[in-house]
């Protein structure tokens, strides 16, 4: 397997997402208590959650743009509560300051410090992190997400997008997260190479078609792997 570049999924392959998706509701739910206690009192944080489950099964359109679904949330649950001039931009911003406040794996760095100086990388992604407010944007050539795109993995159009970035064929790419479905499926129907981030061990879900190239347990096991065997025909 030749390796020549590879494409990462972000959330739960690089940091554990749903801390910071949890922080993010409170830091939001406590301004609404304080500035709107109307809107705070109407939409607990789960149904505040239920509002956006619902937002996202309306706007079907929107799947891919996770952003536009909560901004959308948040103006229904302003207009429920009589209120027309949501601040939606400064919700926006509490909102984000805490998801992008995440804890990476402690393989994740080191293993970004290390790729980056063998393969070309670009991170592929369905979420709305931020890649510079973490501070990890300088270990990617490219940032590939799906808001951009126009379409969410698995669709084969995200990874192929990326080959066309980075200017690879698919064949040549590992892309690597932790989603069977998004992450492996996608990938493989795409053409490229893939690499599982099978942190917990679970056995590979048969009903999803053929094993990952490799079911791994981190990233450092990752870049082991393409220093003895990525350069290979």
């Not at 944080?45 to 309306?58: D, F, H, N």
């Not at 027309?84 to 909102?95: F, N």
């Not at 393409?226 to 290979?232: K, S």
């Amino acid at each position: 397997m030749r390796i020549l570049a590879l494409t990462i999924d972000l959330d739960d392959t690089l940091w554990p997402v749903m801390p910071a998706l949890e922080r993010a509701d409170r830091d939001l739910d406590d301004y609404l208590r304080q500035h709107y206690p109307q809107v705070a009192q109407t939409w607990p944080i789960p149904a505040m959650r239920a509002l956006r489950a619902r937002v996202a099964a309306e706007f079907t359109d929107l799947a891919h743009d996770f952003t536009a679904q909560r901004y959308i949330t948040l103006q229904k649950a302003f207009d429920a509560c009589g209120i027309a001039e949501a601040p939606l931009d400064a919700l926006w911003e509490i909102y984000a300051s805490a998801r992008n406040s995440v804890v990476l794996y402690p393989d994740a760095l080191p293993a970004l410090e290390r790729l980056r100086a063998m393969r070309p990388v670009a991170s592929l992604t369905n979420g709305n992190a931020d890649l510079e407010r973490i501070g990890l944007h300088m270990h990617f050539a490219y940032q590939i997400n799906a808001r951009d795109i126009g379409v969410a993995k698995p669709d084969a159009r995200i990874f192929l997008a990326a080959a066309e970035q980075l200017g690879v064929a698919p064949e040549q790419i590992l892309h690597v997260g932790d989603d069977p479905e998004l992450d492996v499926v996608g990938a493989r129907e795409a053409g490229l190479r893939t690499a599982w981030i099978n942190r917990a061990g679970h056995p590979w879900p048969n009903a999803l078609g053929p094993a990952p190239d490799l079911d791994l347990r981190d990233l450092a096991s990752l870049v082991d792997w393409l220093e003895h065997h990525g350069a290979g025909s």
